[in-house]
């Protein structure tokens, strides 16, 4: 069975620890250079030992912890994704893509980007830091097209997809015909929409609005192309809002789940805007919806529009959460604790009960 493995990056690996390795040193040296005979329990003497004995243990472990990366594979084959012995079948991946987060360093107080590979698994979205091997954002998509069940040519048919420009609305392809194109096509295809999204962007809100339900794969690829842009942030309100019409469209008309794949396509960096809220607004409608694969729906794409400083600064979205931990399905109150459990919100613990089911239903 044809496979591609992707090792561990052993070059961003060692470049990891010997800059742990760095602070271990530094730790060592500050410490040779304490006069413990002359040390007493004050903070200034206390200090400057404590600091070195720190930088030595939470340095030391981030060094070994990452060489035990070094095993570390992901492997693609036709049944699906292994991930370091943990097994991924294609038939329950949803929407494998890559995305890019824009990540802060607290070291240079800068931001920057680190790509993922991204896929609902299970109800669970699994993310995969893509810099952390040795591959490109780029390859990691052909892999995508290569060997997703869904992308790839029937034997059948070896004709080669050609592309067409996108010059106009009428010319818009859709998602699944673009997996079938040629890297450079592909990356022709998104730049296109992308021109026309900045000649007239009411013109693609229109197109959206109007083939919504009559062409749903070509909508999807129009979010998927804005959603692809390298300067993100250009398309954040638009998409935001698109997310939010759609998604209230669902409520009003009880099919989220039906244009769950459309708007599973929208991403944005920044998720603390006006625009943002407003998503957040019409999610927390979907948390009290009487059918339960909406809440559940709901409750996974907040995941995607909150953190820790949203949550700091929304009150009542902490206490629509914490109202969740008492809704009639025990999943529901499950992945809420975990939600607020990954962004740090104190909560009320799950019964003995409800922590028993995980175990009953993993």
């Not at 060592?28 to 002359?38: D, G, M, P, Q």
């Not at 499950?334 to 990954?342: D, G, I, N, Q, V």
Request: glycine share 2%; proline share 3%.
């Amino acid at each position: 069975m044809e496979k591609t493995v992707l090792n561990y990056s052993i070059k961003g690996g060692v470049f990891q620890i010997l800059w742990n390795l760095v602070f271990v040193v530094l730790g060592i040296y500050l410490l040779s250079h304490t006069n413990f005979e002359r040390i007493t329990f004050t903070f200034s003497h206390l200090a400057l030992p404590v600091v070195a004995v720190l930088f030595i243990i939470v340095y030391g472990i981030k060094a070994v912890m990452t060489l035990s990366n070094f095993h570390k594979k992901i492997i693609f084959s036709q049944e699906g994704i292994e991930l370091n012995e943990t097994f991924f079948e294609w038939k329950d991946i949803v929407f494998p893509r890559t995305i890019a987060k824009t990540e802060h360093s607290a070291k240079f107080n800068m931001p920057y980007k680190e790509f993922y590979l991204s896929f609902v698994y299970k109800q669970k979205t699994i993310e995969i830091k893509i810099d952390d091997y040795d591959i490109s954002e780029n390859e990691i998509k052909e892999l995508l097209k290569k060997y997703t069940p869904k992308y790839t040519p029937s034997p059948m048919n070896k004709k080669k997809t050609v592309y067409q420009p996108i010059h106009d609305f009428d010319q818009i392809i859709t998602l699944e015909y673009y997996y079938d194109l040629e890297h450079e096509d592909s990356e022709e295809a998104i730049k296109d929409i992308q021109k026309l999204a900045v000649k007239d962007l009411e013109k693609v809100k229109r197109f959206c609005e109007n083939n919504l339900y009559a062409q749903p794969d070509k909508v999807r690829f129009v979010y998927y192309a804005l959603s692809e842009d390298e300067d993100l942030d250009k398309w954040a309100d638009f998409l935001s809002d698109e997310f939010s019409r759609v998604y209230q469209m669902g409520l009003d008309k009880n099919n989220v789940t039906e244009l769950s794949s459309v708007i599973n396509e929208i991403l944005v960096e920044t998720i603390d805007t006006y625009h943002a809220d407003r998503v957040r607004e019409t999610l927390l409608k979907g948390l009290d919806h009487k059918n339960v694969e909406t809440r559940l729906n709901a409750l996974e794409f907040l995941e995607d529009w909150i953190d820790e400083a949203v949550l700091k600064n929304n009150p009542t979205i902490v206490l629509k959460l914490r109202q969740k931990l008492k809704d009639p399905e025990w999943k529901m109150r499950w992945k809420t604790s975990k939600l607020l459990e990954r962004n740090k919100i104190a909560f009320e613990s799950l019964s003995t009960l409800d922590k028993l089911k995980r175990f009953i239903n993993p």
